[in-house]
């Protein structure tokens, strides 16, 4: 059985930080890229940062380079996303997802947490 459990959001002020977590089970998490994505009210989902392996291909929304940063941990399949200075912009559903770097139809979202920055 797949499961994709993220943790860490809650609420915080302006300029403060949040590491959120995403612990992964039911797939060979190694064989994954795993990203984080995030969901304002009214808004699109969008990509917010993905690490395609352990030992590199990571990429950034522009909206979080310099404040945000993914890493991946393949002996625990576990994904982190440290968030520095954050904004009341950043506020959102944060989901974590797996997608086969080979097999695209092959493709996991865990169930969202929530992320708020206000003061």
């Known amino acids: 059985q797949v499961q994709l459990v993220e943790s860490g959001g809650g609420l915080v002020q302006p300029g403060g930080s949040l590491r959120l977590s995403c612990a992964a089970s039911?797939?060979?998490?190694?064989?994954?890229?795993m990203s984080w994505y995030r969901q304002a009210p009214g808004k699109e989902r969008e990509l917010v940062a993905a690490?395609?392996?352990?030992?590199?291909?990571?990429n950034y929304a522009d909206s979080v380079k310099g404040r945000f940063t993914i890493s991946r941990d393949n002996a625990k399949s576990t994904v982190f996303l440290q968030m520095n200075s954050l904004k009341p912009e950043d506020t959102a559903v944060y989901y974590c997802?797996?997608?086969?770097?080979?097999?695209?139809?092959?493709?996991?979202w865990g169930q969202g947490t929530q992320v708020t920055v206000s003061s």
């Open positions: 997802n797996a997608q086969h770097r080979l097999i695209l139809s092959s493709t996991y």
């Open positions: 039911g797939f060979t998490f190694s064989s994954y890229a």
């Open positions: 690490a395609t392996s352990a030992s590199g291909g990571i």
